[in-house]
């Protein structure tokens, strides 16, 4: 029997070796009785203690819950394939689960739509309008920049010194300087990418204008409009502004259909918000600490900051306005809806990388000199760009050596980086990265486009180029007669080049007449008719005229009284626009599904399959413009798991016949390998020896011959008496 500390008797658990406590003595705590655990993980009987465990939990760590497939959200239950549809419904034919796909793709396409109509995203790829504003707030853009671009090169030509040949301006467009190092392939860690900075510095000339006035807001949820990020952003505003000063860029939809905005404002404006944001922040975390200790000057701001969005409603299809006339729902008011992105304080900085050693030859910038110029001027027509700021007027004033009869090859140099900070710039035309331009400014910020990256010219391109010619040129034969290779970055960059410049060349005179194209144009131009249409409508409903010409509003919770109608409709649309978002809104649909019909491919999730226990789920893709459909997958699995399965009994039989082969090369037939691991397999063909393996072995010995010899008599001593 077991003892604890005290000498007493103490139960045991035989199974688990687990002590059972002692009884507890009357008006005393039962833990301090209990067995003391032997180790930091010992088990304890929680009945014994009411103390706080301060050991390990012993139970297995909980799993994160799985997030569901997109699909979930507009569809209620996977769709069957063929086998399990006719075992569900045996009566029907073959042709009829075609159409059972059919209907319920469709019905999937559909129900999409109807979430995501709203959406500012949405909006911008399927109406017509809506993509009319999005390419004029583009075109704005690129004119401010085209300024901006031609005011910094006058302003660095005044601040330039005499003694001086080139301005800032030029110097900081150059490109030709860059230092590749083994980071650069890599995911570097921070010292990496600091170090990369330094040794490529970002040329200034190259950067946007705006990006330093910025605020990029990530992490943006679908359901929240481009309207109201504003509106968020400015209700943290104390500085007056203009509503022409502030702009908000949109990218393109990831996957999951979140995208990242960019607030743009004036400098003054963006500090305030930021400010603004983080003393709400520090203020709710000091609330919820219940504690904070003032400081003189608390000046840290985060890199990102909270921003709570109103996203509830946003053109008023929950039919506030009930009856059309300004009458109460009957349901209620609708319910607020909350959102919270992240707004980052730090500033865009482009990445920067280096150019292969081919593509960085001194020998072709004449020629990429050339090119670059054809395709900002084909770019300036297009979109209209004043021919004061256009490229042809600005080279000149910033290298007045191209005029003379002997252009310097660093003047030659110099036009083509300032041509390609141009086109960078102006048109968000990458020149040296895929020679495509990005539609917006949002992607080029949030880093999906090639324009995104400035790349450099590799600085010591042409000498490497030489050692590597003369070395091919020593191991090479006198009587090889091949051609020289023709670097396949070079090649691309060439038919990049000439590919854009071909479609240069196709644009007619008509192309700067339309800013998108000429039936998206159209179709915007009929829209905004409707919605001045629609306007007088409504605001002729939610008027009520009395007989003495004054005007009363019909909204059950204003019924406001003016002087006429003409005060009247300046209320209407100052104090209830919200309530004429809706009849808006109508206007659009009409196009936007014809625009989403005659997609092939949707931004939608791809659907979930249902086939069987054996392969469960499996997404598939709904592709087709007017009759979507998504592909039965498990035929598909079904024949490549057949295939693996035969290919398995071919690698097994190959392998018996190889086994076989071997075995009668050695020792005649072989064992049999269905039989027991227990039966010897045959002698061991090794040189292994186990010292472990003791062996009695007989020796004999012979002691015929043996000599020992005879060792001489030792003297004794005589051992003196002590007196």
Known sequence: MAVDEFGREVLEDRKSGRRYPSPPRDGAPSHLFGALPTSRYAREDRSSSNRKRKHRSESPPRR????????????????????????????????????????????????FFNEHMDDSWFRSLYSPLEKYRVASLERERSLKEAHTFLSELNDSLEEKKPDSEECFFVLKARLGGGVKQPSSYSSPSNKKSSSSANLNPVPLTHVHWCASQVLPI???????????????????????????DVAMYSSAPAADLSRSCYFQALPEVRKDIINNLNHLGRDAAN????????????????????????????????????DGKG???????????????????????????????????????????EAALKLAAAYD????????????????????????????????????????????????????????????????????????????????????????????AAAATAESDEPPKVDLLVQRLDNLIEKALSECKSWDDSASQYLVSKEV????????????????????????????????????????????????????MKKHTDFLKAEIAKCHDTYMMK??????????????????????????????????????????????????????????????????????????????????????R??????????????????????DKVEIPVQPTKKKKKKKKLL
Request: aromatic content about 6%; overall charge negative.
């Open 521 to 572: 144009d159209k179709d915007a131009k009929n829209i905004e008719e409707q919605e001045a249409r629609v306007e007088d409508r409504w605001i002729q409903a939610h008027a009520l005229i009395d007989e003495d010409g004054r005007a009363r509003c019909s909204f059950h919770f204003c019924r406001k009284l003016f002087k006429d109608s003409s005060f009247l409709k300046k209320h209407l």
């Open 381 to 472: 027509e297009k979109r209209n760009i004043p021919a004061e700021c256009r490229l042809d007027a600005v080279l000149p004033l910033a290298i007045p050596g191209l005029a003379a009869e002997e252009v310097k090859p660093q003047d030659i140099e110099d036009a083509l980086d300032i041509s390609i900070a141009y086109l960078r710039r102006v048109h968000l035309f990458s020149f040296y990265n895929g020679c495509v331009a990005s539609a917006n400014i949002a992607d080029v910020f949030n880093g999906t486009t090639p324009a995104s990256t400035i790349h450099l010219r590799l600085a010591n391109a042409d000498n490497i180029l030489q050692q590597t010619k003369d070395d091919n």
């Open 595 to 680: 625009s989403w019909d005659q997609q092939e491919q949707r931004p939608v999730p791809p659907i979930l399959v249902d086939c069987g226990r054996a392969f469960s789920t499996v997404p598939s893709p709904v592709l087709g413009a007017a009759d979507p459909l998504a592909a039965d997958p498990e035929p598909e699995l079904w024949r490549r798991q057949e295939e693996r399965r035969k290919l398995e009994e071919e690698e097994e039989q190959a392998r018996r016949e190889r086994y076989q082969q071997n075995r009668e090369q050695n020792d005649g037939p072989p064992p049999s390998l269905d039989g027991p691991l227990s039966e010897p």
């Open 64 to 111: 994160k819950p799985s997030k569901p497939h997109p699909s979930t959200v507009y569809a209620e239950a996977p769709m069957l394939c063929q086998y399990l549809w006719k075992e569900a419904n045996p009566d029907k034919e073959d042709d009829e689960y075609d159409e059972y796909r059919r209907a319920y793709c469709l019905n999937y396409v559909r129900t």
């Open 327 to 369: 009458g109460a729902p009957e349901e209620g008011v609708i319910p607020p809806r909350k959102a919270v992105v992240c707004v980052s304080t730090e500033d865009i900085t482009p990445p920067v990388k280096v150019l292969s050693v081919a593509v960085s030859s001194k020998e072709r910038i004449a020629q990429d000199k």
């Open 682 to 703: 045959g002698p061991r063909q090794s040189n292994f020896v186990d010292v472990d393996d003791m062996k009695e072995e007989n020796v004999e010995m012979a002691f």
């Open 218 to 244: 990530q992490e943006v949820p679908p359901h929240v409009t481009d309207e109201q990020l504003t509106m968020a952003l400015m209700s943290h505003c104390t500085v007056g502004t203009k509503p022409s």
């Open 287 to 322: 609330a919820a600490d219940g504690e904070h200790v003032p400081r003189k000057e608390d000046t840290f701001i985060p890199k990102t900051l909270d921003l709570e969005v109103d996203c509830s409603d946003a053109y008023g299809r929950l039919e506030i306005d009930s």
